[in-house]
């Protein structure tokens, strides 16, 4: 939550919303394309099956579609970032 502004009314607060993005682990992947079915506004599949993840946010509106792929998939490879993945494969 952040502080109201100056343009605010008076007492206002303003819940802060921080951009969540969509990450694979590459290593653990393996393939299913379950994602890919689950949440195919922001993953699709490479020739060989593996996950191609968008770059964009997962907005608020998807980010339940988003959770859904990550709880279902069977190697725990997808994730929620706070930042846009640069190669970086953290949690
Ligand atoms: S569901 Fe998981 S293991 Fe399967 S393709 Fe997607 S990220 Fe990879």
């Known amino acids: 939550m952040r502080q109201a502004g100056r343009n605010d009314p008076p ?7 921080i951009a969540r993005f969509l990450a694979v682990n590459p290593i653990a992947c393996a393939g ?22 968008d770059p964009e946010p997962v907005t608020v509106e998807l980010e339940q579609h988003a959770r859904r792929a ?12 706070r ?4 190669g ?3 949690r």
């Open 11 to 17: 007492g206002a607060r303003t819940e802060a919303v």
């Open 32 to 53: 299913h394309g379950l994602c890919a079915e689950l949440f195919p506004e922001r993953v699709t599949l490479d020739e060989w099956g593996f996950p191609i993840v």
């Open 70 to 81: 990550i709880a279902a998939c069977p190697a725990m490879a997808l994730l929620l970032r």
């Open 83 to 86: 930042g846009p993945d640069r």
């Open 88 to 90: 970086r494969i953290a």
